[in-house]
């Protein structure tokens, strides 16, 4: 009988001693306390991770898919995290256990609250992916590796007796020295843009705070004025504008005043190109890794008589600039004449604001431009030096 109870006992503490694992369902976004997600290793687990705010015990937790915890976290006992895709925390990170979290490579672990390493021994934290903490971070106890992308949003990190990052040992007076293992806020806008803007997002922060976006009028020159009360992780703004169709077009690009700023910046375009009628304006702003939102449309009512405008008169005989003041119809050419009336060349253009080549070299004289159109015709005196 004792023979046969020695393989039932040690199978039984085998049990006790591997709680089992719960593995979320890949590619899928959920809430961690949705308990269909989860994938128990035995039948006879709870159906989801336990506490639910507490992995305790010798639990193993794997992350897969974007989960999100809406609430506080604790990894204690002997229980492990594994992050394999994106964990989002909102609340707080604890993390006792000696085995800790490991977030591998192409994971993320985005916690929007504080992170605490209790003093304890044992690897606290594995990364090989990315970490990003948006509060407090303190590490009191056990071994970090941060692989150099564990990103601090707290300026003064605490740390105490026992803890190791990266090899380098809290001694009481180098905290300096352990918060430089640390990446800050503005590394992870520079090292990696698109996680920057999306834990800005998760945390309801745009990369631009547009203030005020106006236009005016004044000698048929539209002035836009538009003012920002934050740029962080943005590179440049276009500038586009739209007549009656709202087709916009850019028709200039600004740099932003810096990388990351809280301050009030002021910003001035002047339009002297705006079309006879409505002229539509919006802001395209351009973040550093490319993404853009568009702000609110203003309008800017511009009454002149039609005409166009032709530059540089003299020309150099290779090119000239015809630019007309009223929206463009259709079948509209532009006509270069010889001065006594010889037809040199006739070009049918699509765009308000279009480059005329000559087909040969013009020399130097006097020429006539002839513009025509199905509402407008204009003639005018084309001189090339």
């Known amino acids: 009988m004792k023979n046969l109870l020695t393989p039932v006992l040690?199978?039984?503490?085998?049990?006790?001693?591997?709680?089992?694992?719960?593995?979320?369902?890949?590619?899928?976004?959920?809430?961690?306390?949705?308990?269909?997600?989860?994938?128990?290793?035995?039948?006879?687990?709870?159906?989801?991770?336990?506490g639910p705010s507490d992995v305790s015990g010798s639990y193993t937790a794997n992350i897969y898919g974007v989960?999100?915890?809406?609430?506080?976290?604790?990894?204690?006992?002997?229980?492990?995290?594994?992050?394999?895709?994106?964990?989002?925390?909102?609340?707080?990170?604890?993390i006792s256990s000696g085995?800790?979290?490991?977030?591998?490579?192409?994971?993320?672990?985005?916690?929007?609250?504080?992170?605490?390493?209790t003093s304890s021994s044992g690897n606290k934290l594995?990364?090989?992916?990315?970490?990003?903490?948006?509060?407090?971070?303190?590490?009191?106890?056990?071994?970090m590796d941060t692989h150099n992308?564990?990103?601090?949003?707290?300026?003064?990190?605490?740390?105490?007796?026992?803890?190791?990052?990266?090899g380098v040992n809290y001694n009481g007076s180098n905290t300096n020295g352990m918060a430089n293992q640390l990446k800050s806020k503005a590394n992870l806008a520079s090292n990696n843009p698109s996680l920057s803007n999306y834990v800005n997002a998760l945390l309801g922060v745009m990369p631009?705070?547009?203030?005020?976006?106006?236009?005016?009028?004044?000698?048929?020159?539209?002035?836009?004025?538009?003012v920002t009360g934050k740029e962080e992780g943005f590179d440049h703004f276009e500038v586009e504008r739209a007549s009656a169709?709202?087709?916009?077009?850019?028709?200039?690009?600004?740099?932003?005043?810096?990388?990351?700023?809280?301050?009030?910046?002021?910003?001035?375009?002047?339009?002297?190109?705006?079309?006879?009628?409505?002229?539509?304006?919006?802001?395209?702003?351009?973040?550093?890794?490319?993404?853009?939102?568009?702000?609110?449309?203003?309008?800017?009512?511009?009454?002149?008589s039609k005409t166009i405008s032709v530059y540089p008169n003299p020309s150099n005989g290779d090119f000239v600039n015809v630019v007309s003041s009223f929206e463009m119809s259709d079948n509209t050419t532009v006509t270069i004449f010889s001065e006594g009336g010889v037809l040199l060349q006739k070009t049918?253009?699509?765009?308000?604001?279009?480059?005329?080549?000559?087909?040969?070299?013009?020399?130097?004289?006097?020429?006539?431009?002839k513009y025509t159109s199905s509402e407008y015709l204009q003639v005018v005196r084309l001189f090339v030096k």
């Open 10 to 50: 040690l199978l039984i503490s085998l049990v006790a001693f591997s709680q089992g694992a719960y593995t979320s369902q890949n590619n899928k976004t959920a809430n961690w306390e949705t308990a269909s997600i989860w994938t128990k290793q035995f039948s006879w687990m709870a159906a989801a991770p336990p």
């Open 67 to 94: 989960v999100t915890r809406n609430g506080n976290l604790t990894i204690s006992g002997s229980a492990v995290l594994n992050v394999y895709d994106t964990l989002i925390i909102k609340g707080n990170l604890t």
């Open 99 to 117: 085995q800790g979290v490991s977030v591998h490579s192409g994971g993320v672990l985005i916690v929007l609250g504080n992170l605490t390493s």
């Open 126 to 143: 594995n990364n090989n992916g990315n970490v990003v903490v948006t509060g407090e971070f303190s590490h009191s106890g056990g071994e």
């Open 149 to 166: 992308r564990v990103y601090s949003f707290d300026t003064t990190p605490t740390f105490g007796w026992g803890s190791n990052i990266n």
């Open 208 to 226: 631009i705070k547009l203030i005020s976006f106006t236009g005016t009028l004044d000698n048929n020159i539209v002035s836009l004025n538009w």
């Open 245 to 304: 169709d709202l087709v916009f077009g850019k028709i200039a690009e600004v740099n932003g005043m810096g990388y990351n700023t809280d301050d009030q910046h002021a910003y001035t375009l002047t339009d002297v190109n705006a079309v006879n009628g409505t002229n539509y304006y919006r802001l395209k702003s351009v973040d550093v890794d490319g993404s853009f939102e568009y702000s609110p449309i203003v309008s800017v009512a511009v009454e002149v």
């Open 348 to 369: 049918q253009i699509t765009e308000r604001e279009a480059r005329i080549d000559f087909t040969h070299h013009l020399a130097s004289g006097v020429y006539i431009l």
